[in-house]
């Protein structure tokens, strides 16, 4: 057994193993966060430096700290929680900082590898407030951020599963039985469905595949009488590029397509779990982009949703057609408060913003304050980008309403937002969130293994209990 304790002067955890684990831990001395060092037959995990402590040390701090009791096969600990109280740091924010990063840096995908490596163990950890925290709330804030890390966790898994496994269908499927489990309404449209009602931009994006398009639509009911929060998700579940076909360099990866619809369908269940007030839609509009002898070409002309016309520049810019009539179902069947839609939408914000910030583009300043603010807490980090009325200019149609792509490099992600934008209503507070560069990462992070990071759940559970 482990007693986990903090180490006020070297401000860090300090791990007292009453027998020394059997593969010894980083032995470096460090002072940023994570870092694990020996000191006197015992481990020092640093929280980094005093003026630098934040909800983010701390996170990124219990990642380490996961990966460490996984790789020693630490089975049962005990953290005492008091010193960590005395750092500064509001308790509960403390707290719920260090779970988060434990749960999420606990997290790997190994389920489809025939000799699961190092896998992490079954861990049974004790914390000890003393008080500090009565055993009350530290449980509900416990469960309050397992259920939220859980949230997370699911829509990496699901990201990570590839396009012969997670397709418009399966996913669908996937997500039926999800809410079935949580007590979520789910309707399924199918291409045909989709076809009659006139949304013509997502079922033309998924015609070149064996799996057609389907629009998801999870209901929660919430607990008020108010109109619901739309929160709506590019599931893209293959991205070859049609016809406008991706390079080789470009492909690799392309089933990460799919993380603004997973991250949606995450953020349902989690506020359905949470009980959360505030009423909710989530609507993902899933569909494979391919190639065959029925796929969409450049130069079509495509009648949207909302009876707009858009002639086809780039069959690679699908993301905006799928999305812009799932934009106007939620407008058309729920008038909702708000609408917040997530995409891996461009190349153009990753070489804008990089993998630090995802862009933030909308018609409501309260509204992106709000989500501005809520992804700075989590450490789900936003960036302003401009959306004025010129950038239309780069897709106004010749022979229809508008081009899907302006055709050249200027302003990408911007194009990408203004798209979207000919499909709200001005009345309508709408926020578009590029999370192309934030929603997979090519490297190992202090608490997400390489590859999906489940980005946007926390910040919209904080968005949505900020409501409350």
């Not at 096969?73 to 953290?79: A, D, F, I, K």
């Not at 859980?150 to 990201?159: H, T």
């Not at 309707?187 to 009602?197: A, F, R, S, W, Y």
Request: aromatic share 6%.
């Amino acid at each position: 057994m482990l007693t986990l304790k903090l180490d006020t002067h070297s401000q860090g955890l300090l791990i007292r193993p009453a027998l020394a684990p059997e593969t010894p831990a980083a032995t470096a001395p460090g002072s940023e966060a994570g870092d694990i060092r020996a000191l006197e037959g015992s481990f020092v995990l640093s929280l980094g430096a005093q003026k630098k402590l934040s909800a983010e040390m701390v996170r990124r701090a219990g990642g380490a700290l996961a990966k460490w009791l996984a790789k020693n096969r630490v089975t049962e600990s005990t953290l005492e929680l008091t010193p960590l109280f005395g750092l500064g740091m509001p308790p509960f924010s403390a707290f719920s900082s260090l779970v988060e990063g434990l749960l999420l840096g606990a997290f790997t995908f190994q389920k489809h590898k025939s000799s699961q490596q190092e896998s992490a163990c079954s861990l049974n950890l004790r914390f000890e407030a003393n008080g500090v925290l009565s055993q009350q709330a530290l449980e509900a804030l416990l469960q309050q951020t397992s259920i939220a890390c859980e949230a997370v966790n699911l829509s990496r898994a699901w990201a990570h599963e590839p396009a012969n496994i997670i397709n418009p269908v399966t996913l669908a499927e996937r997500a039926q039985k999800l809410a079935a489990e949580y007590g979520l309404k789910c309707v399924i449209l199918d291409d045909k469905q989709l076809d009659e009602m006139g949304a013509g931009a997502i079922v033309a994006v998924g015609k070149g595949s064996a799996t057609p398009s389907r629009l998801i639509v999870l209901e929660y009911a919430g607990k008020s009488a108010e109109k619901p929060v739309a929160l709506v998700g590019k599931a893209i579940t293959f991205d070859t590029g049609g016809y406008s076909l991706k390079p080789v360099d470009g492909i690799v990866g392309m089933k990460y397509d799919k993380c603004g619809g997973v991250t949606v369908i995450a953020t349902l269940m989690a506020a359905a779990r949470l009980g959360l007030k505030t009423p909710l839609v989530g609507i993902v509009a899933a569909a494979e982009n391919m190639v065959s002898d029925v796929a969409y070409r450049p130069n079509d002309i495509l009648k949207t949703l909302s009876g707009k016309t858009v002639e086809i520049v780039s069959t690679d810019a699908e993301g905006r057609l799928v999305l812009c009539d799932a934009l106007t179902y939620a407008q058309k069947n729920y008038q909702p408060q708000a609408l917040i839609d997530l995409a891996t939408l461009t190349g153009g914000v990753v070489i804008a913003l990089g993998s630090t910030r995802a862009g933030l583009m909308y018609n409501d300043e309260a509204l992106a304050q709000a989500l501005f603010e809520s992804g700075e807490r989590v450490h789900e980090r936003l960036w302003r980008l401009p959306l004025d009325d010129e950038y239309f200019e780069l897709i106004k149609g010749d022979d229809a309403d508008m081009k899907n792509s302006s055709g050249i490099r200027k302003a990408h992600p911007v194009t990408g937002g203004i798209f979207l934008k000919q499909f709200v209503a001005d009345e309508v507070p709408w926020a578009h969130l590029d999370i192309a560069g934030t929603a997979d990462s090519d490297r190992d992070g202090p608490y997400c293994q390489k590859g999906a990071t489940g980005f946007g759940v926390r910040l919209l559970l904080d968005y949505l209990q900020g409501l409350e």
